[in-house]
């Protein structure tokens, strides 16, 4: 049976349109990527550079100088706590991005694997001693940042579960699924921070907040938003990845285009703001 030539082209251009829109994504999401890992090595960085330098000058108390009781005298627990918290977070920040590069995942597999271990084992000891930290060694903020801080620490820990668990199962597919999820969990901190610094910028001054108390109705929306806003953003993508058309797709690089400059912006003035005049 002989297919018209219009019917052909036709086929050929929705197939072309497709291609375009799933390329369009790929790069867009590779820039989102590249600005995130790059303003998480600068909150590595920094994490090292005023916790590790302070710690290994004999100067703890100078935690405190952007951190709620980072160092409180007589409680060597507390202060073990928090410094395998920050230091361990700035590793995760390096070691998480690693994981999910395919190419060093194709070529080192054994790095990948080693990589990986250390990396689930990692965002649960972050994950444990965050939520320690806010109710029991004190935290700026109230009651709504607390729990949302909190939920973030468990959904960290469910991800690194649920991750072994499908690898150990041999599901290769759900394992980077629940490991991207982890990825975004763990950066909740830092999705906190360079979300709190594109407002600042977006409305030149604190808005929908108390400076002095940092408490007020933004913070407790971002509270929760550092990491549900990203994990919601992910299943978005993985929908319009694997079952959206060409127009969906289309939509999507759209939105994390958007959102690869809305971050890149975070994270210049929360470099310039937060970050540099503490390194």
């Known amino acids: ?83 395998a918290h920050v230091l361990v977070a700035a590793l995760v920040m390096c070691s998480g991005a690693l994981q999910l590069v395919p190419r060093l995942r194709a070529r080192m597999p054994a790095f990948h694997r080693w990589n990986g271990r250390f990396y689930l084992g990692a965002a649960v000891v972050a994950g444990v001693t965050g939520i320690y930290m806010v109710w029991w060694r004190g935290a700026v903020g109230d009651v709504v940042q607390h729990l949302g801080t909190s939920l973030n620490g468990v959904v960290v820990v469910a991800c690194a579960a649920l991750a072994l ?76 990845r694997a079952r959206g058309g060409a127009l969906r797709q289309w939509g999507m690089a759209f939105v994390m285009s958007g959102l690869a400059l809305a971050t890149g912006a975070g994270v210049v003035v929360a470099t310039a703001g937060m970050w540099l005049p503490h390194m």
């Not at 709190?196 to 509270?223: I, K, Q, V, Y």
């Open 165 to 240: 668990q499908r690898i150990v199962a041999g599901d290769v597919a759900a394992h980077r699924r629940w490991a991207v999820r982890l990825f975004l969990a763990v950066g909740g901190v830092w999705f906190f921070r360079v979300g709190l610094m594109f407002w600042l910028a977006l409305n030149r001054g604190p808005a929908g907040f108390d400076a002095d108390t940092f408490r007020g109705p933004f913070l407790s929306f971002l509270a929760f938003a550092q990491f549900l806003l990203p994990l919601a953003v992910l299943e978005l993508y993985l929908y319009c």
């Open 1 to 83: 049976m002989m297919v018209p030539s219009s019917a052909f082209l036709a086929v050929r251009g929705a197939g072309t349109s497709h291609a375009s829109a799933a390329r369009a994504l790929r790069w867009a999401t590779t820039l989102w990527f590249l600005v995130t890992v790059a303003g998480q090595l600068v909150f590595a960085a920094y994490i090292v550079a005023l916790y590790g330098g302070a710690l290994l000058r004999g100067h703890s108390g100078q935690w405190n100088t952007v951190m709620t009781h980072g160092h409180v005298d007589g409680d060597p627990a507390g202060n073990a706590a928090t410094i």
